[in-house]
């Protein structure tokens, strides 16, 4: 099969989809960009991008200005079709991979012989076989590969994305990427179609592995937080300042304990070690304690809310729970971003303004609009959030949080989640 591509076809237009489309039509290739959200193809169509990603505006508006890039809700043919939806939970933990299914049959109808499809979503083990079955079902005509020795008039893999909000561009070009096919036939045409703009190595290995990587490195990394999220409850109890903690620990020439936070949130960390718990329940115990320890971090978050607000009226007994405003600082997942998915600082400021008789004043700089479970919120600027309120609830470290003048938080009760008096040295 020939390994050019001349035009591209992006299942999914969201953090990943629409920066790895605009880096393909950035090398001049014709990409078209497919989403259910017409509002999001209109502002594609337009120049301009419904996400917040350094450098990503100024990428796509080139790439659609010179006609290499263009969104639809319609899928088109094309000679190599990524997928890139999400892959929520539902229930008990049980992973959701309709959204991929569904891709995999609207893109059916207009495969070809020689294309290749390319699964990136984070999935649980063996999406990519059940991906090469979807397509077997609706295209009996087509040689779909299901195993390593396979003929085929399709190629399949899987290559997931490994990247950083706000370092998005930078990483995918950068970044090694490892890349899983159903056969080694498709692991080379997918190698071949990366190296577009990939300028990271490309590694070959098979599909399951290659899924398994993945949320390898994501649990990897929430085991890794959940330790310092146990250790800033425990340090809690016993009255010890966590931060000191950390910094004097991370002295030692082997210790690289991280920092704690208010839980962990994204589409990725928050949600991709329970697809390893729900393919083996009996063997992923670490896993599994980890993923616990950092869903329960928000809930002692709001215990500490409360108890805030209980002695704050304790010592002003003259004042009513309703006297009292709450300002809660940071909805992302990360600093500066404007990502809330899996956002533990936003359930956390959704909580306090459901379960507490208190006026509740979120800040969060990278949004313009509060989301619909904060209909009892106020957005406002940082300074008048501090002028009105008397409970401050530091969720996310942004770069406009830490330049704020110490003078602001004078009688502030602040509950410090993210280390934000540690890192502005107060």
């Excluded at 450098?55 to 088109?76: E, F, P």
């Excluded at 779909?144 to 490994?162: K, S, V």
């Excluded at 950068?174 to 080379?188: P, V, Y």
């Excluded at 869903?295 to 209980?310: F, G, N, S």
């Amino acid at each position: 099969m020939s390994s050019t591509f001349d035009t591209i076809s992006m299942i999914g237009l969201g953090y990943i989809g629409l920066p790895t489309a605009a880096m393909f039509a950035s090398r001049k290739k014709n990409v078209i960009g497919i989403d259910i959200n017409q509002d999001a193809v209109d502002t594609i169509n337009s120049g301009q991008t419904h996400i917040v990603e350094p450098d990503l505006d100024m990428i796509v508006a080139a790439a659609v200005n010179q006609g290499y890039l263009k969104a639809s809700t319609t899928v088109q043919p094309a000679d190599a079709f990524l997928i890139a939806v999400p892959t929520p939970f539902r229930g008990n933990h049980e992973p959701d991979v309709s959204y991929v299914e569904a891709a995999a049959r609207s893109i059916a109808p207009v495969l070809k012989k020689g294309d290749l499809v390319i699964l990136e979503s984070t999935s649980p083990v063996g999406t990519t076989e059940s991906l090469a079955k979807w397509l077997a079902e609706e295209r009996p005509d087509l040689k779909i590969p299901l195993g390593p020795n396979d003929e085929a008039d399709i190629n399949l893999a899987y290559c997931p994305e490994r990247v950083l909000p706000g370092k998005v561009i930078h990483e995918l070009v950068s970044n090694d990427r490892i890349i899983g096919g159903i056969t080694k036939a498709c692991s080379e045409r997918a190698i071949a179609l990366y190296q577009t703009f990939v300028q990271g190595e490309c590694i070959e290995t098979n599909s399951r592995t290659a899924e398994m990587c993945k949320l390898t490195e994501n649990s990897f990394r929430d085991v890794n937080i959940a330790f310092a999220n146990e250790l800033s409850v425990i340090c809690g109890k016993l009255g010890i300042d966590v931060w000191e903690l950390i910094a004097l620990a991370n002295r030692h020439p082997r210790v690289n304990v991280l920092r704690p936070g208010p839980g962990v949130g994204g589409h990725c960390i928050a949600v991709d070690p329970w697809f390893i718990v729900h393919s083996a329940p009996e063997q992923a115990k670490l896993i599994r304690a980890a993923r616990e320890v950092n869903d329960y971090k928000p809930h002692w978050v709001l215990e500490k809310v409360r108890e805030e607000v209980d002695a704050y009226l304790a010592a002003n007994p003259e004042r009513k729970e309703s006297d009292v405003t709450i300002a809660c600082f940071g909805l992302a997942f990360k600093p500066d971003i404007d990502d809330l998915r899996e956002s533990p600082a936003l359930d956390i400021a959704a909580e306090i303004a459901k379960t507490h008789n208190s006026r509740v004043i979120v800040v969060e700089p990278n949004i313009s609009a509060l989301p619909a479970s904060l209909d009892k919120g106020e957005l406002r600027t940082p300074q008048d959030a501090l002028a009105r309120s008397q409970i401050v609830v530091m969720l996310v470290n942004h770069k406009p949080f830490l330049a704020l003048k110490e003078s602001l938080f004078a009688d502030k009760v602040i509950i410090d989640t993210c280390g934000y008096l540690s890192a502005t040295g107060r």
